[in-house]
């Protein structure tokens, strides 16, 4: 049996550049195997509607790029240039986003600081989202001048834990710091960051916060800005109808009821007992549908519980405060792929089919994840002969398996095919990008758009206006 699709959604201007073949050839033969691109005229075009669901709802706003999302320069100085701001988590980053243009009212740091780190950020003047207790008394004694300071706030009730942020029991301590240093730490606002896009939970979230505000106000502090976080969901794949129909059939496979269509012992994250297959898998985030102005406009409008049943963006408008947001995942969507080319193919010991790349399985996905969208071979065969097969790295080393699913082919791969591995900007480019048997980092490229034609830079040297 040939498994079922599972076409990945591309952006159209994706999907041109990839039908121009001799172009993508081109572009391999100057820049090498294997090989990241990313489009910046993508991310301007997330951004956009972004900022139109936040007018939509009438709010003072700030976007926050989450640099973390990828390395990339190109998409660090479109934000820049496009007037919104930068999340930074490293020093790194935060040399980066200063490069990149960000004047320093225009950056905000986050994430756990140490010492060293709280040194640059006071230095460079910028916005700090304080994790904890330590790093505010730290701040303090560091700070020759006024720090402008974020409370980032975990621990509410319902949610999973964390270890991020400050507990809300230990809020009351932090405003009594904020109080006895109100010289060298002003107060702008809470903030919080849930590792979840369940509306009900950010609803309960702000409504805590919205609380926390009103203690503020009562220590003589005044806040103006709640910051939502990151966490907005992408859209991958084309067709989930096909995402659903493939789920069942692995979950079938797995429980010997069809053909098998996993590699050895993998069950990606299902547990399977008593004939049946439990728990969700760990490429779940594959089957969401909802884009991400979808997800920012439902939770906008959602009724915050003990305001009368007002939206909770009316609750913000009417209380004067900024809604601030960290996405990065919504701001990439789309707008990155992963070339790589085809060294080879094999039969394994087992029957299966395996198609060796130039590159290995942490360069497109996280270790403990599973790619559910099909790559996409561009090649000049025109035979249609659909294949299951299993795509391998080109690491000496058995977990080495880029997809552990088997994968529908329309036809056989040949050596030098280009493989493309679509909407991978998102962390999946830089996380955890194996250099094991002293393999290079993949190179990356930014593409343009200018009347029906690419262009392509290497990432150092775009500059947005470039044509």
């Given at each position: 049996m040939i498994p079922p699709a599972v076409p990945a959604a591309l952006h159209p201007l994706v999907a041109a550049f990839l039908a121009d073949r001799d172009g993508v050839g081109a572009v391999l033969r100057r820049y090498g195997s294997p090989l990241h691109l990313v489009f910046p005229q993508v991310f301007t075009a997330n951004l956009a509607a972004l900022r139109a669901a936040l007018g939509a709802a009438g709010l003072r706003h700030r976007i926050c790029y989450a640099h973390k999302v990828n390395r990339s320069e190109a998409f660090a100085r479109a934000a820049a240039h496009a007037g919104i701001s930068v999340d930074v988590a490293s020093a790194q980053e935060l040399r980066s986003a200063l490069a990149a243009g960000f004047p320093a009212e225009r950056i905000e740091v986050t994430g756990p600081k140490g010492g060293a780190m709280l040194r640059a950020v006071v230095s460079a003047g910028v916005t700090v989202n304080v994790d904890n207790l330590w790093e505010m008394s730290t701040l303090a004694e560091l700070a020759g001048s006024e720090v402008p300071v974020l409370l980032r706030v975990s621990g509410f009730p319902g949610s999973s834990p964390s270890r991020f942020g400050i507990d809300l029991t230990e809020i009351p301590a932090a405003l009594d710091l904020l109080v006895r240093h109100r010289d060298r730490l002003r107060l702008l606002g809470f903030a919080f960051h849930l590792d979840t896009a369940a509306t009900t939970e950010r609803v309960n979230a702000v409504g805590d916060c919205l609380e926390l505000i009103e203690l503020a106000y009562a220590r003589g502090l005044a806040p103006t800005v709640l910051d939502i976080g990151g966490g907005l969901r992408q859209v991958f794949t084309a067709d989930a109808a096909g995402?659903?129909?493939?789920?069942?059939?692995?979950?079938?496979?797995?429980?010997?009821?069809?053909?098998?269509?996993?590699?050895?012992?993998?069950?990606?994250?299902?547990?399977?007992?008593?004939?049946?297959?439990?728990?969700?898998?760990?490429?779940?985030?594959?089957?969401?549908?909802?884009?991400?102005?979808?997800?920012?406009?439902?939770?906008?409008?959602?009724?915050?519980?003990?305001?009368?049943?007002?939206?909770?963006?009316?609750?913000?408008?009417?209380?004067?405060?900024?809604?601030?947001?960290?996405?990065?995942?919504?701001?990439?969507?789309?707008?990155?792929?992963?070339?790589?080319?085809?060294?080879?193919?094999?039969?394994?010991?087992?029957?299966?089919?395996?198609?060796?790349?130039?590159?290995?399985?942490?360069?497109?996905?996280?270790?403990?994840?599973?790619?559910?969208?099909?790559?996409?071979?561009?090649?000049?065969?025109?035979?249609?002969?659909?294949?299951?097969?299993?795509?391998?790295?080109?690491?000496?080393?058995?977990?080495?398996?880029i997809t552990q699913r088997q994968v529908r082919l329309e036809r056989l791969p040949s050596p030098g095919d280009p493989v493309v591995f679509a909407n991978t900007a998102a962390y999946h480019m830089d996380l955890s990008a194996a250099q094991a048997s002293m393999h290079p980092v993949p190179a990356k490229a930014a593409v343009l758009q200018h009347e029906g034609r690419f262009t392509v830079w290497p990432d150092a040297d775009y500059r947005p206006g470039d044509r």
């Open positions: 995402y659903d129909a493939y789920d069942r059939a692995l979950r079938e496979g797995l429980l010997g009821r069809g053909p098998a269509m996993h590699w050895g012992n993998n069950t990606f994250g299902y547990h399977v007992a008593e004939g049946m297959v439990h728990g969700g898998p760990v490429f779940h985030k594959y089957a969401n549908t909802e884009p991400a102005t979808a997800i920012l406009a439902e939770l906008l409008a959602a009724p915050l519980p003990g305001h009368g049943g007002r939206a909770l963006g009316t609750v913000l408008t009417d209380n004067l405060l900024d809604l601030w947001l960290e996405p990065g995942k919504a701001l990439v969507d789309h707008a990155g792929i992963t070339v790589a080319q085809v060294e080879f193919v094999k039969r394994a010991g087992n029957g299966a089919t395996l198609v060796h790349l130039d590159l290995s399985r942490d360069t497109v996905t996280a270790a403990d994840q599973e790619v559910l969208i099909d790559p996409i071979v561009l090649s000049t065969e025109v035979e249609t002969r659909p294949v299951g097969v299993y795509f391998a790295g080109h690491l000496c080393l058995e977990r080495d398996l």
